[in-house]
């Protein structure tokens, strides 16, 4: 599945920065961010429930 989004410059640049750094193409980067940033808000969100 592909997905298209756009990035500010800014964000692109990081991005681009982190993915050179860790000697990682940039999609794997990208999935590997977005996948921990869902895994914490559904964390997040399991927390705030069993908190009510």
Do not use: N, R
């Not at 298209?4 to 964000?11: A, D, K």
């Not at 921990?36 to 808000?41: A, V």
């Amino acid at each position: 599945m592909s997905i298209f989004i756009s990035l500010s410059p800014e964000v692109e640049a990081q991005l681009y920065e982190k993915a050179a750094h860790e000697g990682q193409d940039i999609s794997v980067v990208a999935v590997e961010l977005l996948t921990c940033i869902l895994e914490w808000e559904l964390q997040d969100s399991e927390e705030v429930f069993a908190g009510i």
